[in-house]
């Protein structure tokens, strides 16, 4: 497990124990001076979680990120509709700006998952993308774009009903133009994020 993983793991660590302490405490009394919540519930108990499994149908997430892809650095922008519980589409937009080159990695992708109680949720990941890669300016070439595919496991930790940590670790398989004996070439980059998700339920 490399140090960006360990570190990545650690962090969600951190969050749950202070969530879970949060939750514990009792709320301070309401006063006057404050101002009103939209969302009177969250005034009173702000890292209170509904009982029962996580609520994931009709509901839409928006997730920003950071990590690493491969050796650089790696920012995304992911949005994802659950029509089921067990089941969402997410659309990535993604760059990452290496030293030579920089790409862009767009993806649309499929979330498998299965609902528990309480606020670790786990699910995989699996979807196509593109990625355009765009030279640096000592090169005088083109932009490159490649197939690619997608893959791997994440995790959600619910700090309230609509705010979630999440971590997420994928590989990307790109495809090269160039081809071998075997075929054409193809080249692996890990993939790790960690960010928000903000969730909103998108039917009453």
């Not at 499994?53 to 491969?70: F, H, I, Q, T």
């Not at 990535?92 to 670790?120: D, E, K, M, N, Y």
């Not at 075997?182 to 994020?193: E, H």
């Amino acid at each position: 497990m490399s140090r960006a993983t360990r570190a990545m793991f650690a962090v969600l660590a951190a969050f749950a124990l202070a969530a879970s302490r949060a939750g514990a405490d009792p709320a301070p009394p309401a006063t006057s001076n404050r101002l009103e919540s939209l969302e009177p519930e969250l005034a009173s108990h702000p890292y209170r979680l509904d009982p029962g499994l996580r609520p994931y149908r009709d509901r839409l997430s928006v997730s920003p990120a950071y990590g690493w892809l491969g050796s650089d650095p790696f920012y995304a922008l992911r949005v994802t509709y659950n029509p089921q519980s067990w089941l969402g589409y997410e659309a990535s937009l993604a760059h990452s700006p290496g030293q030579s080159v920089h790409a862009l990695l767009h993806t649309f992708s499929a979330i498998v998952r299965r609902p528990l109680p309480g606020r670790i949720q786990p699910y995989l990941s699996g979807g196509y993308g593109m990625m355009v890669v765009f030279p640096g300016l000592a090169v005088d070439a083109a932009p490159v774009t490649r197939n690619a595919l997608v893959g791997g496991a994440g995790l959600e930790l619910y700090i309230r009903n609509d705010l979630a940590l999440r971590g997420d670790l994928r590989g990307a398989t790109v495809f090269g133009g160039q081809r071998d004996h075997d075929g054409v070439v193809a080249y692996s980059y890990s993939q790790g994020t960690i960010g928000l998700a903000f969730y909103r339920s998108i039917r009453p």
